[in-house]
């Protein structure tokens, strides 16, 4: 009895696997031709910072956010993407779970 009451209450976590799979397509498809990946890598524009450090320049919650109502993201001539509902949540769960330190 005491265990039902013990369970969390906070809603289920989107970052699962097939999330992140999910966004690793969607960003290859997307973003890798102006973006890298990693920091080490050479860069393919200046004003396009790699991926996995992109978190750090933009609130994950504030960027879904603006992709979800298509507000304009990045410099002036990126791209506007509206990846649905679904596809933002798993682009953000993917930069998640390649973020990486300064």
Known sequence: MLAACSQPTTAPDTQ??????EGK????ENCL????LSPDSAPIRADAPP????????NSESLA???REGIHVG???MPD???GPRG???VIAYLKSIQVGD
């Open 33 to 36: 031709s102006c973006h890298v």
């Open 51 to 58: 991926l996995s450090q992109v978190l750090g320049n933009y």
């Open 75 to 77: 410099h002036p001539d």
């Open 65 to 67: 956010d603006d992709f």
């Open 16 to 21: 699962t696997e097939p999330m992140i799979a």
């Open 81 to 83: 993407f509206d990846f």
């Open 25 to 28: 397509v969607l960003v290859a």
């Open 88 to 90: 933002t949540d798993a």
